[in-house]
């Protein structure tokens, strides 16, 4: 735990894992072990799997003459109460602004959240879905195994995409997609 971290009443963190500066955690958290969280502020009764890592910076590469330029990472991941986060899942800092988790929404082994994005409350986000940079999904969404979304895509509130999609268009809300 290091200097300037802030742990809430009643929360258990996991043997190997890493809480970095300034890092806040609500109470009554359970964070898994082998997990590394950096840069973010993580609410009440949220449940981290083992192996997660919350905060690293993400991918962002701009092109330039001579070659590729890295983009700094200034943001920070900003997780609301009772969201539950499960191994081996990746959720990257924010570029400029935030990455945002939605209270109440749970999210499956193995997803990766990219910079920037914004996800609702009470979504499901099952095994192996990628979520690429500055996404905005809304309230009640259900987004399939291994499904992936291209950036700055758009999914209304209580929009379903089947496992397997590949969305590369905004999807209205209450749609159906696969």
Known sequence: ????????????????????PGVIIGSDCRIGPNTTLAYCVIGERVVIHPGVQIGQ???????????????PQ???????????????????RGALGDTVIGAGTKIDNLVQIAHNVEIGQSCIIVS??????????GNGVVIGGQAGLADHVQVGDRAQIAAKSGVMRDVAAGEVIM
């Open 57 to 71: 910076e993400g991918f962002g590469f701009v092109s330039t003459p001579k070659g590729h330029k890295k983009v």
């Open 128 to 137: 192996q879905v990628g979520i690429s940079g500055s996404c905005r999904i």
């Open 74 to 92: 200034l943001g920070r991941v900003i997780i609301h109460d009772d969201v539950e986060i499960g191994a081996g899942s990746t959720i990257d």
């Open 1 to 20: 735990v290091d200097t300037g971290a802030s742990i809430g009443p009643g929360t258990r963190i996991g043997a190997n894992s890493v809480v970095g």
